[in-house]
């Protein structure tokens, strides 16, 4: 791998207002959703400066455990909170511990009874592990993450669907801003099953070490349980499909959403 080579992957968990609400969509007043993730990665190729997956990785293998949760305050705000924990090796280094500490909230612009649009802010510090894959030497700080959300619901072949779009802009003490947008549109086939399709799309503002950019694709099911559908277990597939300086990773998503 080449000297000086920084890989970076975002991983986001959106999510659709009817089974679970860390998305565009607030939790209802009072109500506490918690989501707890397991994502296992790895790359053994990784895409060059110029876009194209020409660096072949020795060892790129990261679990990653996160814990989320997110409770109405009121109908129109939300409060945020999640926890990480990462366990990585790479070419040039390795870690286990606690990744980071974020905490936030979300408030409700504009509501219909199809349309969402709302605005977030979080704040994330703590941990000694890196919080881009691209941080090989991470020196902590204080990361600030300004956030746009935008839901529609509508029907699709006659099924239950929606759309959440965000964008966000990523302020990082020690290490270069970053400009994010994600978008996710699933669909209900059936009411206790949906299917998601999702991008996590960034870019790091240039740096003394040039760009990082990502594009991620992932395809994931979601079996709910309860009369209210207060339980969903996700199960989901992600992969780096684009990107420069980023590894070209596979992982597995597997979450269990509850809401109390």
Not at 66 to 83: E, I, M, Y
Not at 167 to 183: F, I, K, P, S
Request: proline share 3%; net charge positive; aromatic share 10%.
């Amino acid at each position: 791998m080449k000297i000086g080579l920084r890989l970076a992957v975002l991983a986001l968990c959106l999510v659709f207002p009817a089974v679970a609400q860390a998305g565009a969509w607030p939790q209802a007043k009072g109500a506490t959703q918690v989501i707890i993730t397991y994502e296992p990665g790895k790359a053994g190729t990784g895409f060059d400066a110029s876009g194209k997956k020409t660096i072949t990785l020795d060892r790129w293998k990261q679990d990653s455990l996160s814990l989320f949760v997110d409770h109405g305050v009121s109908k129109r705000l939300s409060l945020t909170a999640k926890v990480n924990y990462r366990d990585y090796t790479t070419d040039s280094k390795s870690f286990s511990g606690l990744g980071s500490i974020e905490v936030g909230g979300r408030w409700t612009v504009k509501r219909t009874d199809d349309f969402v649009l709302a605005l977030g802010a979080a704040v994330e510090g703590f941990g000694k592990g890196r919080r881009n894959d691209y941080d090989m030497t991470s020196k902590g700080g204080t990361d600030y993450d300004l956030r746009a959300y935008a839901g529609k619901s509508f029907h699709l072949l006659g099924k239950p669907a929606f759309i959440d779009l965000q964008a966000a802009r990523h302020l990082r003490q020690y290490e270069a801003n970053e400009w994010r947008v994600d978008g996710t549109l699933g669909i209900k086939p059936s009411p206790k099953w949906m299917v998601m399709a999702q991008v996590f799309a960034g870019r790091t503002d240039k740096a003394s070490w040039g760009h990082a950019a990502w594009a991620n694709t992932e395809l994931s099911v979601v079996r709910s349980f309860g009369p209210q559908q207060q339980t969903s277990v996700q199960l989901g597939l992600r992969q780096t499909t684009s990107g420069r300086n980023v590894p070209a990773v596979h992982a597995v998503v597997v979450s269990l959403w509850k809401t109390f």
